[in-house]
């Protein structure tokens, strides 16, 4: 089955509010995060050709809970709880911050993370705090540059060239790449990577 066609059969499996609620712990799975305006579930329906995948709203942050989808019965993508501009109280924030970070720690399955940033306005101290995360527990990171159609080719190649400069500077198994969920650029690349996280040909 070719890549663009395969991401398409991606289905809604399950939510977990908290850790303990997440499937079996077995096969392969790559998950998204990003700043609740990052554009993180738009770019999951693009890369799965599946517009109402994941559940997008003009209201930033409301995605609180994990939720996977599956693409066979080995493989998961996961959408993480957005960051930033959620408009919720101090303890639920707190709540679903932890979930995330038992998530991310001690889920034996998870392969990669894409890790979403508004091409304006990349590497701001949520996307530092995850690229930190990551590198403490060796799990690979895919920058996507999110919203590449917002700026002209100039000026997004130089946030691009930038950003992987940063990342260079890190220590980490870091990639990035521009990224249009609007225009679907950068779709093929994003196939690469997770072909290559989910351990396909």
Not at 20 to 26: H, I, R
Not at 97 to 103: D, P, R, S, V
């Amino acid at each position: 089955m070719e890549p663009d066609n395969y991401y398409r059969q991606a289905r809604f499996l399950t939510s977990a509010a908290k850790f303990s609620q997440c499937p079996p712990d077995e096969g392969y799975e790559v998950a998204f995060a990003g700043r609740s305006n990052a554009g993180k579930s738009s770019a999951i329906n693009v890369i799965c050709d599946h517009r109402g995948l994941a559940k997008t709203s003009k209201t930033p942050g409301r995605t609180q809970l994990l939720n996977f989808f599956e693409l066979d019965e080995e493989r998961r993508l996961v959408d993480l709880p957005g960051y930033g501009y959620a408009k919720v109280s101090v303890s639920i924030k707190k709540d679903w911050q932890g979930n995330l970070a038992t998530y991310l720690e001690k889920r034996r399955c998870l392969k990669g993370l894409i890790l979403m940033m508004d091409v304006r306005h990349p590497l701001k101290d949520f996307d530092a705090q995850m690229l930190e995360w990551a590198a403490h527990i060796e799990l690979p990171v895919h920058v996507l540059l999110t919203k590449a159609d917002k700026l002209k080719k100039g000026p997004a190649t130089a946030s691009f060239h930038k950003v992987k400069s940063a990342l260079k500077e890190r220590r980490g198994d870091f990639t990035v790449q521009l990224f249009s969920s609007l225009k679907r650029l950068g779709v093929a690349e994003a196939h690469q990577r997770l072909n290559a996280w989910l351990h396909r040909a």
